[in-house]
């Protein structure tokens, strides 16, 4: 049987059981203060940012970003995505792409001319390229790729 996912915004209703995302993106967040942020996030409209999230059929999240649209230099606006994180067993993969497609729909939309993605998993995979900055006393956290968007149509 094929996988079903689809990519949403976060409701109120969803917070809490996206909590368990949320704590694999950041390390000890508390359900207080994700609830706060999450309501936040919100209560901004689609225009500024929010929180994306991944469900399967039976309503289980498996994919969370947060993201925000502002202004960069050389372009319209950015969409910045944050705190990406998918779990899926079966199919991660599978995961991880609804989530991109469903921000760089959402990125589009909302006028953004190119989309940033911080990756905060899988960086002991990126070997050698960081080695020097670690030996310089850098603490890598993340990676940041960046699409140019092109209008479909």
Known sequence: ?????????????????????????????????????????????PTRGGIFIVENRARTILGLATYRIEP???????????NFVTFDLLDNKAVA??????LESLARRQGASAIRIAHTHGLSA???PID???????????ILSFKRLRRRG
Do not use: I, N
Not at 132 to 142: F, K, T, Y
């Open 1 to 45: 049987m094929a996988h079903f996912f689809v990519a949403k915004p976060l409701t109120a209703e969803s917070v809490d059981r996206a909590f368990t995302l949320a704590q694999a993106a950041v390390k000890g967040l508390e359900l207080d203060q994700w609830r706060r942020f999450a309501r936040m996030c919100m209560s901004q409209g």
């Open 72 to 82: 960069a230099l050389g372009f319209k606006s950015v969409c910045s995505v944050e």
């Open 97 to 102: 792409k609804t989530l991109v497609r469903a």
């Open 126 to 128: 990126l070997g050698a």
């Open 132 to 142: 020097p900055l670690r030996d310089a006393g850098h603490c890598l956290d993340s």
